[in-house]
């Protein structure tokens, strides 16, 4: 293969398609095993050195490919996961398939084309007998759908000793990379009342699932969008009968921030909710589970580094900041970080989820030439 047909958008959706058709939702591990099989199977002919980790807790393993060059020093890391939020059999409803500029399928998007053009990149790189000034290590996780639970100590030990991160999440909205992101946090919210029969006894009662209501509105209440700040209770649970008063109800909670300083501040503010009900307890339970990720000035050089060589490809690389999480929000602390570089296109997590085929070569080169000119 020559230089110039390693970046053929029908090659590399050629590839994309082979790791898309293994579902791999975080919940089914020997699946997302079978994908990190493979994965570890196409790097087996280039210069690198694999370890595969056992996957703990009921999630798949994780994949670690390191140069054989490189090492010695801070280096590349680049950070990819295999799992997907759908579910198995969801291929039967969105297949594989492709219309004019656009190729459909679960996970396609977020992010197997990105994982898949990080690995296809270095491909190209290793093809041409040339070495990276940085060794590169590229590290594929199971779990980042649900919070990275199995995997963060490993990217946090990864990401401190490299001097650049490169996360393969898909582009943002036309293209756009991510030099941003909010800080998550989940919070699970428990409610214990006195149960009464509603009809004969409501005044031995004390509900939970009343002061769940106040809860719910405390939490909405603490919704700032002119700060970023977003709070969701996304999952309500209580009671048993609706002529008993309800003794238990059972809240989710997803909150969103931008700086570290609002986290500190609303994080107080959920664990310290308390009951408004004689007779009712609250307790909540959780924490910040992703540092926001704040563009630091490591990382604006990095992405101007990046404009550039976009600029040199023939395209036009504009930022953005983001409120979903990655796991590029626990290296971006520490190490200049570059979020976004996967694949356009739209819908991650639903039925029409898609790339678009014409960012593929573009958007492969862009790693590739990332590789080569990182010092």
């Known amino acids: 293969m020559t230089g110039s047909s390693w970046f053929d958008s029908q090659t590399i959706l050629d590839g994309i398609r082979r790791w898309v058709e293994i579902e791999t939702p975080t919940e089914a591990p020997e699946q997302v095993n079978k994908l ?34 490189g090492q010695d020093q801070p280096g590349i890391l680049v950070l990819s996961h295999l799992d997907t939020v759908h579910p198995i059999g969801f291929i039967e409803r969105l297949p594989f398939k492709v219309e004019g500029d656009v190729a459909f399928g679960p996970g396609i998007y977020d992010m197997k084309g ?89 005044e031995d009662g004390r509900s939970a699932v009343r002061e769940l209501g106040n809860v719910i509105l405390a939490l909405e209440g603490m919704n700032d969008l002119a700060r970023g700040v977003t709070v969701n209770v996304g999952v309500v649970r209580g009671g048993t009968r609706p002529n008993v008063t309800p003794e238990e109800a059972y809240a989710e909670v997803d909150l969103r921030v931008v700086s570290l300083k609002d986290a500190d501040e609303f994080v107080g503010k959920i664990l310290g909710l308390r009951s408004k009900t004689d007779g009712v307890t609250v307790t909540v339970t959780g924490e910040l589970n992703r540092p926001p990720y704040e563009k630091s000035n490591a990382g604006a050089s990095l992405y101007e580094h990046a404009k550039a060589l976009a600029g040199e490809i023939g395209f036009e690389l504009l930022d953005t900041h983001t409120g979903g999480g990655s796991d590029g929000n626990f290296t971006a602390p520490f190490t200049a970080t570059l979020d976004g570089l996967g694949v356009d296109g739209k819908g991650a997590h639903t039925h029409y989820e898609q790339l678009f085929v014409s960012s593929l070569a573009p958007r492969a080169r862009l790693l590739h030439r990332l590789y080569q000119t990182l010092r």
């Not at 493979?38 to 996957?55: K, N, S």
């Not at 759908?145 to 946090?156: D, F, H, N, V």
């Open 36 to 69: 990190v099989s493979v994965v570890a199977e196409q790097y087996g002919d280039l210069p690198v050195t694999l370890e595969r980790i056992a996957g703990v807790d009921g999630c798949g393993d994780h994949l670690v490919a390191r140069t054989n060059w």
């Open 114 to 202: 990105g994982a898949y053009i990080a690995h296809h990149a270095f491909r190209a790189l290793c093809a041409t007998g040339d070495r990276s000034p940085l060794g590169i290590t590229h590290l594929f996780t199971s779990d980042e759908e649900i919070g990275s639970p199995t995997s963060r100590a490993l990217i946090e030990q990864e990401g401190r000793k490299a001097k650049y991160v490169l996360v393969t999440e898909p582009a943002r909205d036309g293209g756009k990379i991510v030099t941003g992101r909010k800080g998550v946090g989940r919070f699970r919210v428990f409610i214990k009342g006195v149960p009464a029969h509603a009809g004969s006894r409501p």
